[in-house]
């Protein structure tokens, strides 16, 4: 299974609130892998695209519940 989080993108004020009460947690990554138990996550980028802060925060706490990050 492949799941997208919608983390990116501009919004205005009122749906950067709804999304944020609603789980939307900062420098998740793009998409969300599961398959037969094993959980991974993948940062999408262009041949220039850098991590944020927080998308190198992410990777350490996801580190802590032992998914792959890639």
């Known amino acids: 299974m492949i799941l997208s989080i919608p983390n990116g993108g501009k919004r205005d004020r009122m749906t950067a609130i709804v999304l944020k009460a609603t789980g939307l947690y900062p420098g998740a990554a793009d998409l969300l892998l599961i398959h037969r138990g094993w ?30 990050f890639g």
């Open 39 to 68: 959980v991974g996550f993948v940062e999408l980028k262009t041949d220039i695209g850098m991590q944020s802060p927080e998308q190198r925060e992410f990777v350490k706490q996801i580190g802590c519940y032992r998914a792959r």
